[in-house]
């Protein structure tokens, strides 16, 4: 329990939050991870198109935000079950093409949550999943699903995703920390989504973002990545293809 009093901020509040976000999430990140291209050419459509789904907890005794989180939506007649492999990318390249062409949205996608390092152990995790879906819900969005990043995998990053979202503990629930988070708030493993995220870039590029050598071609272990990246020294030509693995809260009874 909370030992401080909090309140919900959205991007209908403050015409910043997109700026404000940023000042909490810069140092959380390994640097690779802000060189999505299509990330970073979609960000602002979350402002943009969603205001309401993007939100921060404000710490109000010193008007500071603690934890912050962005989700999306778009028109989903499928199964989960058949949501494509690219995970992130595809949720932020496509949700915006939708929303531009008035398709009404039904699914509401988690796109990140980011609690300061100054109050992990809190139980804001819990707090922020919780909170975003209920302003999912608020806009008759039935259920989310969410690209995890398995925030433990980078520790074993030779390990098949497939075989590491398997892994369980003793009372049931994921080994991995945000994958447990997801589930203790009512969702289930649908599938890796094994191209969520990819980052090219140049050798010279990758040797600063991950700073690595890099002085031959093949697979090179990078600190936060998830696995391998793979580096062709003669097309000086860096790539990362991120798992992530889709999960799926359905609507929470009324």
Known sequence: MLDFETRIV???DRDDMCEAID???????????????????????LYNCWP???????????NE???IGNSLAFPWSESVEDLPKRGWD????????????????????????????????????????KTMKQLGARQGLSGMVAPVRPSAKWRWPLVPVDEYIT????????YDPWMRVHARAGARIVKPCHEAMYIPGTVSEWREWAKLRLEQSGKHIAVGALCPIEADLENDL?????????????????
């Not at 929303?99 to 980011?114: E, R």
Request: overall charge negative; glycine content about 8%; proline content about 9%.
């Open 52 to 62: 309401g789904l993007q939100f921060a907890l404000e710490r109000t005794d010193r």
């Open 90 to 129: 595809w949720a932020l390249g496509e949700a915006p093409k939708f929303h531009k062409q008035g398709l009404k949205p039904n699914m509401q996608c988690a796109i990140q949550i980011v609690v300061s390092s100054a109050y992990r152990g809190t139980g804001l995790s819990h707090i922020m999943v």
């Open 167 to 174: 892994w369980m503990r003793d009372d049931g629930l994921p």
């Open 23 to 45: 000042q909490i999430v810069g140092p959380e990140w390994p640097e690779f991870m802000y060189h999505d291209v299509v990330s970073n050419n979609n960000w602002t459509e």
């Open 10 to 12: 959205t991007g209908l």
């Open 238 to 254: 860096v790539t990362y293809t991120e798992p992530n693995v889709w999960m799926y809260h359905p609507p929470d009874p009324d």
């Open 65 to 67: 935000f603690v934890a």
